[in-house]
């Protein structure tokens, strides 16, 4: 059953979930699209560090940092 | 006019007898033979390099910036083929994000004229991670060179329970695919041989395509531009194709490139972008996309997943190493380790160094008749750099943790802890170890400051970084602490913890002034990639250091000589015949009393004499003249003219104003550095001024030492920074506002202090 849409900060450590939009302004987009942040993409939310920012996400295999504030603006459904 | 370019971006589709019509085929072979290494950043280039290379690499930066390139021949080649290999800074992507994607995008594009068009380009490939390489690595493949794909990194995508088909993944991607392990040395003599033929038999163009199915509106613009883009450069060997892609998707690609276009197309890319966005076609976006669904694809089609390691090593490694509470134990372990190293380790070697510049000068000395040619030799030359080369050891043991911590993946770990803390001023986590190595010594700091990838952010952490205390002005403080708390170990080690916390404390709100003014920018986006772990290679993390340590002593070294040379003649000039006169009778005096063996007393004597006629004459040389002349600006900070000597003579290296101190109040110098700091502390306490109160008291002394926390009295550092700037603009910057910082708070210090009644 997918669950509700959320910001990806907000999901369980350890869910994974799908994208299903990405907020960031279209000027700082690209990188993120590049690293392979797509729509439809499978995202895993490892950790946050110890002062609770940055936050360590899995996608395509492969571990990638965001700041909180920018995995907020990254929505996903969970699976 | 080539007639089939609307089928050259169905996919990777050959184009059968038509595939040529892209490029022009008297493509220029170079005749020495250039082969370009590229790929992601950690998939193992540098390993493959230092592999294929082996020790005879030449560093240096590319013209008018400052990305490192580095280039060797291929070695075990036959007789007669001169191959050379250029290696590029990792790439995420041919849409550049720093400096060093651009440069790598710009070779790649033949756009630098300094580098010849490559015979060959090596795409290396990390097997573990294929996706997310093989983005970059099909955008090079696009471009029409010729092209190998080194998929390396082939044992842990085994470990990882991957198990990729090279053939397929050749078929797919239509160039040579050659499986690697580059740390293991396994899979190389394939791939020589390869880059041997291909070069020597020229391997042919790479039929163009792209990797990425587009909407057929899209594909049509790109088909377009691809024309304009065609006539207006005749002599082109990069596929027009994917360079339209690439100018039409990426924002910043026209203004990265400029000159580089005409107006006639960057208004046709105008245009293009509003007709797509009005057919509602995100041109940001589609091209990534379908990029991406390309690659998925493949990469299903080349994998078996053995099904094994749900969860790699680096993640059980991980959950230690950045768990809240045993992540920050771990962290705060291996920087501890990192200083307990330094500081006592590298002290065996400085003091070998020290005795060898020593007994090199005495040699020197005795080898030249005493006169202004020994002296600049042996005063200037020899001990002037002998003072600042004396940090070596502990400026190469850095290098190497530094290269520990960035090839094992923990650079990027330590980045992900303290980048909380650092965002807090404006900052990247990549900034903080940069910053806490400049406690030793801030040059490996700033050196390393070349991860960072925004330059304004990178060049924040240059400017501030000297203000953490370094290993050089360890000896300052311990002088003037001694002259004040001689007995107080408690009263002591506060003062000395209050230095390093100045430094830390004013790096921080100076970066955080500096991100909110002079170099305004928001805190840069966390994009970061945290790398598997991996075993490091000694080969590559002694080489590391050693390019390092190299390029520092190239960099630093004429300076370094020029300052000293400079400082040696204000100590030196001008001669006053009349002391030399005036002591050489007393010694001849002296001398004449002895009978025929002179007594230990006696011998104490006479050096005591030289001792006083080389304070003599400092005191009277130019730099005595310019602590003099000094004083009025100083005097408001505590500091007489005696202090002012030595502010200029540590001009060198922060460490020499104790010598300088001990020459201009007569204190004979000794190898027990302990009891030499004892003598010349308790010589300080003595001086008084004609008042009878002393010269040095409590707040006089700090407030020297608050000066010595805040000023860039390094010759090292400015020259490093103007190396890494690549202008004389910022080390002046740098050092004229540290030197207001440090007047001003040294200032502060004294007159607040004298307000509040002390000293
Ligand atoms: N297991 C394994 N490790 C490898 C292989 N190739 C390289 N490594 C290790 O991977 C780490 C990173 O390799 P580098 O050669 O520094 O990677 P790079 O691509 O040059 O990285 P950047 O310098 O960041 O661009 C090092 O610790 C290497 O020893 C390989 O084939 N297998």
Redesign the interface.
């Known amino acids: 059953m997918p669950g509700p849409v959320q910001p990806l900060s907000s999901l369980p450590l350890g869910a994974a979930a799908t994208i299903t939009e990405i907020k960031v302004p279209p000027e700082h987009r690209g990188r993120l699209l590049e690293m392979g942040l797509l729509t439809g993409t499978t995202v895993q939310l490892v950790r946050f560090a110890p002062m609770g920012d940055p936050v360590e996400i899995k996608v395509r295999g492969y571990n990638l940092t965001l700041r909180r504030n920018e995995a907020e603006l990254i929505m996903v459904q969970p699976k | 006019m080539e007639p089939n370019n609307n089928t050259g971006i169905q996919g990777a589709n050959k184009m059968p007898g038509t595939g040529t019509s892209d490029i022009p085929q008297s493509a220029v072979r170079n005749p020495q033979s250039f082969v370009v290494l590229t790929g992601n950043p950690n998939s193992g280039k540098t390993t493959l390099f230092n592999a294929l290379t082996g020790l005879r690499a030449r560093v240096g930066n590319y013209a008018g910036v400052t990305v490192e390139r580095k280039e060797g021949k291929l070695r075990g080649t036959p007789e007669g083929t001169d191959i050379t290999i250029l290696d590029l800074p990792g790439t995420?992507?041919l849409?550049p994000?720093s400096l060093d994607e651009q440069v790598a995008r710009d070779v790649l594009f033949q756009r630098l004229p300094e580098v010849p068009a490559p015979a060959l380009v090596v795409v290396v490939v990390d097997a573990?991670?294929?996706?997310?390489n093989l983005?970059f690595a099909t955008q090079v493949i696009e471009l029409g060179h010729p092209t190998f794909v080194a998929l390396n990194m082939m044992d842990v995508a085994e470990q990882?329970g991957h198990l990729i088909d090279t053939d397929d993944l050749a078929k797919a991607l239509g160039v040579p695919v050659f499986p690697l392990v580059a740390s293991a040395s396994q899979g190389l003599d394939e791939l020589r041989r390869a880059i041997v033929q291909s070069v020597k038999g020229g391997t042919k163009r790479v039929l163009p395509r792209l990797f990425c199915e587009l909407p057929e509106g899209f594909g049509r613009e790109i088909d377009t531009l691809a024309q304009s883009l065609k006539k207006s450069f005749n002599q082109r060997q990069t596929s027009a194709h994917a360079e339209a892609l690439l100018v039409l998707c990426?924002?910043k690609f026209l203004l990265g490139s400029a000159g580089y276009y005409s107006d006639e197309i960057k208004n046709a890319v105008a245009e293009t972008r509003k007709r797509l966005e009005a057919a509602g076609v995100d041109w940001?976006?589609a091209s990534?996309?379908a990029r991406?669904a390309r690659i998925s694809a493949m990469q299903q089609a080349v994998t078996t997943d053995s099904g094994a390691g749900q969860e790699t090593f680096?993640?059980r490694v991980?959950r230690i190493v950045?768990?809240?509470?045993w992540?920050?134990v771990v962290f705060i372990g291996i920087m501890a380790l990192m200083f307990l190293t330094i500081f006592t380790v590298a002290k065996w070697p400085m003091d070998w160094m020290q005795s060898a510049v020593t007994w090199f000068g005495d040699k020197v000395g005795a080898m030249i008749p005493p006169g202004d040619l020994q002296s600049l030799l042996v005063k200037g030359v020899i001990q002037g750099v002998g003072a600042v080369v004396v940090f070596l050891p502990q400026i190469c043991l850095l290098f190497l943790f530094i290269g520990l911590l960035e090839d094992t993946g923990y650079m990027?770990r330590a980045a992900?802890?303290m980048?909380?803390?650092m965002?807090k001023v404006g900052l990247h986590?990549k900034s903080f170890i940069p910053m806490l190595s400049s406690f030793a010594c801030a040059i490996p700091g700033i050196m390393a400051t070349r991860t960072i990838e925004t330059p304004k952010d990178r060049l924040v952490t240059i400017l501030v970084a000297p203000l953490m205390s370094c290993s050089a002005r360890l000896p300052v403080y311990a002088l003037l602490i001694a002259s004040v708390f001689p007995h107080r170990a408690v009263m002591a080690s506060i003062t000395m913890l209050s230095m390093y916390l100045l430094g830390i404390v004013v790096a921080l709100l100076m970066a955080w002034l500096f991100k909110k003014t002079l170099l305004k920018g928001g805190?840069p986006?966390?994009?970061?990639?945290?790398?598997p772990y991996k075993r490091p290679l000694v080969k590559t993390v002694m080489r590391h250091m050693w390019d390092r340590s190299k390029l520092f002593l190239q960099r630093a070294g004429t300076v370094i000589l020029g300052i000293c040379i400079i400082l040696w003649f204000l100590a030196t000039y001008p001669k006053h015949p009349e002391i030399s006169q005036k002591f050489a009778t007393e010694k001849a005096s002296l001398e004449k009393s002895f009978g025929e063996k002179p007594t230990e007393e006696q011998k104490a004597q006479l050096s005591s004499l030289e001792i006083q006629e080389s304070g003599e004459k400092l005191r009277q040389s130019f730099a005595g003249k310019m602590g003099r002349g000094l004083e009025p600006f100083i005097a408001p900070l505590g500091f007489d003219w005696k202090m002012g000597i030595g502010i200029i003579s540590s001009f060198a290296a922060r460490e020499v104003f104790v010598s300088t101190m001990s020459t201009v109040y007569n204190v004979a110098d000794s190898d027990d550095k302990e009891a030499h700091t004892k003598a010349l502390a308790q010589v300080l306490r003595e001086q008084k001024k004609p008042d009878g109160t002393p010269v040095y008291t409590t707040l006089t002394s700090i407030s020297l030492m608050v000066f010595y926390v805040l000023a860039l009295q390094c010759v090292s550092t400015v020259a490093v920074v103007r190396r890494e700037t690549n202008s004389w603009k910022w080390p002046v910057f740098q050092w004229v506002y540290m030197g207001v910082l440090a007047w001003v708070l040294a200032f502060v210090t004294y007159q607040g202090g004298r307000l509040l009644g002390l000293g």
Do not use: C, W
């Open positions: 995420y992507s849409s994000q573990s991670n294929l996706e997310r983005y990882n990426d924002e940001r976006s990534i996309e991406y680096s993640d991980d950045t768990h809240k509470f992540g920050m990027a992900f802890l980048d909380r803390l965002s986590g805190t986006m966390l994009v970061m990639e945290l790398p």
